[in-house]
Nanobody, 125 residues
Framework: QVQLVETGGGVVQAGGALRLSCAAS????????MGWFRQAPGREREFVAA????????YYADSVKGRFTVSRDNAKNTAYLQMNSLKPEDTAVYYC??????????????????WGQGTQVTVSS
């Protein structure tokens, strides 16, 4: 079992930045691929970014490419999502997720076994 806790959400003006953290419990964090998803009011949850267990591979939704950066520190059992140049349309609850299998479809929710509770990000115009 893995427990995930997201922190770092908040209110920021358009053009600003936030860094989300996802702290994981358990000794096998380094074996999990990690993903970030978001859900805006009235919309389905959507893929944002993901990183392989080693950190060698990263994946991004087109809407955040060039603005967001996903990373991980396996020594700290933590994954990060650095969000720059934020836009009002980035407003959502952001979730991190962990996947047990090595080969997954990173953008597919069903690939992930464990989810955090979410953290709210609000970008004002």
């Amino acid at each position: 079992q893995v427990q995930l806790v997201e922190t770092g959400g908040g209110v920021v003006q358009a053009g600003g930045a936030l860094r989300l953290s996802c702290a994981a419990s358990g000794r096998t964090f380094s074996s999990y691929a990690m993903g970030w998803f978001r859900q805006a009011p009235g919309r389905e949850r959507e893929f944002v970014a993901a990183i392989s267990w080693s950190g060698d591979s990263t994946y991004y939704a087109d809407s955040v490419k060039g603005r967001f950066t996903v990373s991980r520190d396996n020594a700290k059992n933590t994954a990060y999502l650095q969000m720059n140049s934020l836009k009002p349309e980035d407003t959502a609850v952001y979730y991190c997720a962990a996947a047990e299998r090595v080969r997954i479809a990173f953008s597919y929710e069903g690939s992930y076994n464990y989810w955090g509770q979410g953290t709210q990000v609000t970008v004002s115009s």
